[in-house]
């Protein structure tokens, strides 16, 4: 790219991006095309390239491409005539798709969307032919259910999710409705659809929430895709920053240091998200604290009713990214106090679900039934003494008593005493188990009568 001043370019995996005017833009894949063939004896198949030109009609970007190739006194462009054809459909004007993510216009992205979503659709209504209620809940959930999360990653959230004038839109709302659905359909056979209004939100609320609140954790497209957008542009602001050319990516005097100037749609969306965590999920900026050393962080538990501190936008340049496996977790945890660590994504979910519009009548009016009220506290998470400190006969006493860790004291403090956390309804996630154990009762007697 040194040979090509003028021309941006980047590359991930195996596929190679090029942006700028048309001719220095052709020379360069011109170049890049006879590189690979001398360098490394590899041909760039250009039939499944495509050229973006955006904002005019498809005529003039053909003629403006055959006029460049026809210029070219030197006869490199020669090798890329190929690309004219029109049965290749190599120039686009409409929209391309970048690593599996729409970019072009409003519409365009749009529609990529509403195609997405409609597939999706289509393949949750095959999940019917599964009889076994579990698997077809692990199918929807495992399967159906991340299918937009790469895209809800890189599309802004008003493309996602906003409403078509002239047709029904079908976006991840739409997906995570019809997700629900089918889990309610394959758990009640088909008899809750004509249930009451309040008894089918108090079923969806059940449906998504996260197990340690009861539910059946299959999370909303809808508010995980807003989540996941803030977190992935948050970190490409970061890693902007961090780069040495970070400069020619940004044009019209933006500063990554200041949200004021930015004029690109991403970030201006990461603008406009920032604002609706501040105002419709209650959370609130922190301010990034001095290098003075952090006070040691205690666990005290899940903090229900506190805000979750987001940095403003102006600092996410400075931000490191959320701790890695394997890392120094006192370090981190330091720096995550400090407000100098990237808020992980699970977090920011967690926030969005605790003021989710959808769930708010049916979580306030809680369970709509008498059987519900009943369940409803028993499949919450549990915290259980590991020894119980009471005799057979008393209220309380554990059956697993003499399991129980031998190495505490029966007259310890209480705060040496060791607990057991269980969430009832967590096996819903196990798919596998290092023992082979599987769904199949006449499997697994055989693999208890081994063990």
């Not at 529609?111 to 077809?136: F, S």
């Not at 008899?191 to 996260?210: E, F």
């Not at 301010?287 to 805000?307: C, D, M, R, Y």
Request: glycine share 6%; with cysteine.
């Amino acid at each position: 790219m040194s040979r090509h001043p003028t021309t941006l370019g980047t590359a991930y995996a195996d596929d190679a991006y090029l942006m700028g005017h048309i001719q220095p833009t052709l020379q360069a894949l011109a170049d890049t095309v006879r590189t690979f063939r001398q360098d490394a004896d590899l041909e760039v198949c250009l039939a499944k390239c495509t050229i973006y030109t955006p904002s005019i009609q498809i005529e003039r970007a053909q003629n403006l491409i055959r006029e460049c190739i026809d210029a070219d006194m030197s006869g490199n462009l020669e090798t890329l005539r190929p690309m004219l054809a029109q049965s290749l459909d190599v120039i686009q004007v409409n929209g391309l798709c970048v690593v599996g993510t729409p970019v072009g216009p409003k519409d365009y992205v749009r529609e990529y969307v509403r195609n997405k979503c409609g597939t999706i659709c289509k393949d949750i209504d095959q999940m019917r032919v599964c009889a076994d209620p579990l698997i077809r809940y692990q199918l929807l959930k495992f399967c159906m259910n991340t299918r937009l999360s790469f895209l809800s990653r890189n599309v802004i959230p008003d493309n996602m999710a906003t409403d078509c004038d002239d047709r029904a839109h079908i976006g991840p709302a739409n997906v995570d409705n019809k997700i629900v659905q089918e889990v309610l359909r394959a758990a009640t056979g088909d008899t809750l659809m004509h249930a009451p209004q309040l008894v089918q939100k108090w079923c969806k609320l059940k449906v998504q929430s996260p197990h340690h609140e009861g539910g059946y954790a299959i999370t909303p497209t809808a508010a995980s895709g807003l989540a996941a957008f803030y977190s992935a542009t948050s970190r490409f602001v970061a890693f902007l920053a961090n780069l040495s050319h970070g400069g020619a990516w940004l044009h019209d005097g933006q500063v990554l240091a200041d949200h004021d100037t930015w004029s690109n749609p991403q970030l201006q969306a990461l603008v406009q998200t920032h604002a609706r965590l501040i105002q419709e999920y209650r959370c609130v900026e922190r301010q990034l604290q001095g290098p003075a050393p952090a006070a040691p962080v205690v666990n005290q538990g899940p903090q229900v009713n506190s805000p979750l501190l987001i940095s403003p936008l102006n600092q996410l340049a400075q931000l490191r990214a959320a701790r890695a496996h394997g890392e120094n977790a006192e370090n981190a945890q330091e720096e995550a106090a400090q407000g100098l660590r990237m808020l992980d994504q699970r977090r920011i979910t967690a926030a969005i679900m605790k003021y989710w519009a959808p769930h708010l009548e049916a979580r306030a009016l809680g369970p709509p039934h008498h059987r519900s009220k009943v369940m409803h506290p028993c499949q919450l998470s549990q915290t259980i003494p590991c020894i119980s400190r009471t005799v057979v006969g008393q209220q309380g006493h554990s059956l697993l008593q003499a399991s129980m860790p031998d190495d505490e004291e029966i007259e310890c403090a209480p705060f040496k005493r060791k607990f057991l956390n269980w969430t009832p309804l967590a096996f819903l996630n196990s798919l596998g188990h290092t023992t082979g154990f599987s769904t199949s009762k006449a499997f697994n007697k055989e693999k208890v009568i081994q063990y």
